[in-house]
């Protein structure tokens, strides 16, 4: 079972221990994406020994820490990407959250709900291009595939179940529209290939040639695209 300690310091630091089957040796994590500290512990490792080295390491993690992109909350004001481009929050006298003239607009009244409508507004957004994209793939593909669902998630931008269900993080739709694209075109991939072997890469090559920058992209912007938080 999972543990979470206290190691010392200016600042503290949240540490999680994590018994892992698998781990060789003693491997330090910190999270790009929730900042989150953890210490896998091979089988047999003692508490104190595991702690040590996590202490030893203290000024590494607080290093890696710091290069993390602050955490931000979308208000009036703020910019907020929507499809790759970074648009301004402004206030509008209607009751629903809308494109104007190249920025995002949000009731005026009860401001403390604008996090929640502005997720709200990036889901609806987001189901729509996620919906037409899969489709699109998959009538290419020759697959049917399932139900779609919409998630927050930190670890992947979607999945793809064994009965051809699909997740994708809402999120996507904040990134560039080609970015969205390649996530749909990976997960209706497996709709072929449940892996991520040479013919599963070949599929994806051929439902979105030239993926490779998108891929890239996620990688180096994901960060970014989680940094903004819509509740507390």
């Not at 909350?73 to 209607?94: D, K, N, S």
């Not at 403390?112 to 996620?130: G, M, N, Q, V």
Request: hydrophobic share 45%.
């Amino acid at each position: 079972m999972d543990e979470q300690v206290i190691l010392d310091g200016d600042p503290p630091i949240a540490l999680v221990l994590k018994p892992s089957a698998r781990a060789r040796r003693l491997s330090l994590r910190v999270s790009r994406l929730d900042g989150r500290v953890t210490l896998s512990l091979p089988h047999g490792a003692s508490r104190r020994h595991s702690l040590a080295f996590a202490a030893e390491q203290a000024s590494w993690i607080r290093r890696q820490l710091a290069r993390r992109p602050d955490m931000a909350q979308p208000m009036p004001g703020h910019m907020l990407p929507f499809r790759g481009e970074p648009r301004m929050i402004v206030t509008h006298g209607r009751r629903s959250v809308q494109l104007a003239n190249g920025a995002i607009a949000v009731p005026e009244r009860d401001p403390e709900r604008t996090p929640a409508r502005l997720a709200a507004f990036l889901k609806t957004h987001a189901r729509d291009a996620l919906a037409e994209a899969t489709a699109r793939h998959a009538a290419a593909l020759g697959r049917p595939h399932g139900s779609i669902t919409l998630r927050d998630t930190r670890s992947r931008w979607g999945s793809c179940s064994a009965a051809g269900d699909l997740m994708f993080s809402w999120r996507l739709i904040m990134a560039p529209p080609a970015v969205l694209d390649y996530v749909a075109a990976h997960e209706v991939a497996h709709l072929a290939e449940m892996n991520h072997s040479p013919a599963f890469w070949a599929t994806v090559a051929r439902l979105t040639p030239g993926f490779e920058p998108q891929r890239r992209w996620l990688n180096v912007n994901a960060p970014t695209l989680h940094r903004y938080r819509f509740r507390d």
